[in-house]
């Protein structure tokens, strides 16, 4: 199975800077099968980017996805309030699919 | 819209059952796989299982394998978990969702809880 390590594990940033995390893949991953989901406490996870570039509907032009082979990164150029919440990376190229362990972004 | 709405969670003795199930709405539920995923409290996402639009296919983490069942009902618009031989690790906020295997998990339902505990 497919391992996907994210860094770092917890990002602590003001409102208005720029976000990067990273996923790692242990296996390279088709770029049309890395997906990246939001988890805001005590809510169940949306669905921000997936084909590592494509904003689900609804989705605001500030997170952008990128990536290639192993590495893939998620970018939210100026953080909102509501931004702050836990980031995970995702694979479906292979079964089963798999998860990041998530990048927490909080408020410094 | 698309809408999951999760039931059935609750507490449990190790080595009983449950049933969950989830109630799809606002999209042709027969024309997509769907899935289960559950997050451990405080932990992260693990995919548990999936059933093809058809139910021809289904997979399951090994975690799970022979002890969880899933199902669906195209005609009811429903997803089913049963889930037996419960144990204390798959205390968990089960969370249905729409997608699976190679294809995109776009939607996600609210999660019911199952705690496993005596």
């Known amino acids: 199975e497919i391992v996907l390590t994210q860094s770092p594990g917890t990002l602590s940033l003001s409102p208005g800077e720029r976000a990067t995390l990273s996923c790692r893949a242990s296996?390279?991953?088709?770029?049309?099968?890395l997906a990246w989901y939001q988890q805001r406490p005590g809510q169940a996870p949306r669905l921000l980017i997936y084909g590592t570039s494509s904003r689900a509907t609804g989705i605001p032009d500030r997170f952008s996805g990128s990536g290639s082979g192993t590495d893939f990164t998620l970018t939210i150029s100026r953080l909102e309030p509501e931004d702050f919440a836990v980031y995970y990376c995702q694979q479906y190229v292979s079964s089963p699919q798999t998860f990041g362990q998530g990048t927490k972004v909080e408020i410094k | 819209q698309v809408q999951l709405v999760d039931s059935g969670g609750g507490l449990v003795k190790p080595g009983g059952s449950l049933r969950l199930s989830c109630a799809a709405s606002g999209f042709s539920f027969g024309d997509y796989y769907m899935s289960w995923i559950r997050q451990a409290p405080g932990k992260g996402l693990e995919w548990v299982s999936y059933?093809?639009?058809?139910?021809?296919?289904?997979n399951y983490a090994d975690s799970v394998k022979g002890r969880f069942t899933i199902s669906r009902d195209n005609a009811k618009n429903s997803l089913y978990l049963q889930m037996n031989s419960l144990r204390a690790e798959d205390t968990a906020l089960y969370y249905c969702?729409?997608?699976?295997?190679?294809?995109?998990?776009?939607?996600w339902g609210q999660g019911t809880l199952v705690t496993v505990s005596s």
């Open positions: 296996q390279s991953v088709s770029s049309s099968h």
């Open positions: 059933i093809s639009s058809s139910s021809r296919y289904t």
């Open positions: 969702a729409r997608g699976g295997d190679t294809l995109l998990v776009d939607y």
